[in-house]
């Protein structure tokens, strides 16, 4: 089964939801937004957070978009709009190899690794179409956003790329557009 206007079959696929945040990318030492603008997190909210990269999304709950985003982007604070927030990790950017090796290592390090303020991206297979419009309508539903469809066997890539695409639904139509993964 494929995806309308595009290459990769579902099977081949992990699925995750399409987090509403702020893009966060930890080079092991900073965390930075997606233009490589230096965020302010608090010393304690890093704490013991791995030295390796991780691809992410700040976030706390769907539908607070604005929230998020303003408490990050807070040069001086008291650090308390971080405590309800933590980095979403979906990738390892330095990682080699496949995504689904990449998703097993992320998994290994942030089990290991005792922050409340890093979680990974929970990634999902599906098996066909009728199974992701489904998973689609729930996350949906739920006020999230959408959902990232990664190709498994795909290595990391920066930039727009077929093998990360976003599923949307738009005026009750499901959209697939390729994402941007660096």
Known sequence: VRLVGSEMCIRDSLVSEKLDGVRGYWTGKDLLTRNGNVLSPPQWFI??????????????????????????????TNGECWKDLKLMVFDLPHQPGSFSNRAKTMNKLLNKT????LAMVSQFKVTDNIQLYMLLDKVVAQNGEGLMLHLATANYQIGRSKNLLKLKKHQQQAVIQNHDEG
């Open 47 to 76: 704490a013991n957070w791995p030295t390796i990269a991780m691809d992410g999304e700040l976030w706390s709950q769907r539908g607070q978009f604005d929230t998020i985003s303003g408490c990050v982007r807070r040069k001086h």
């Open 114 to 117: 005792h922050s409340p303020y």
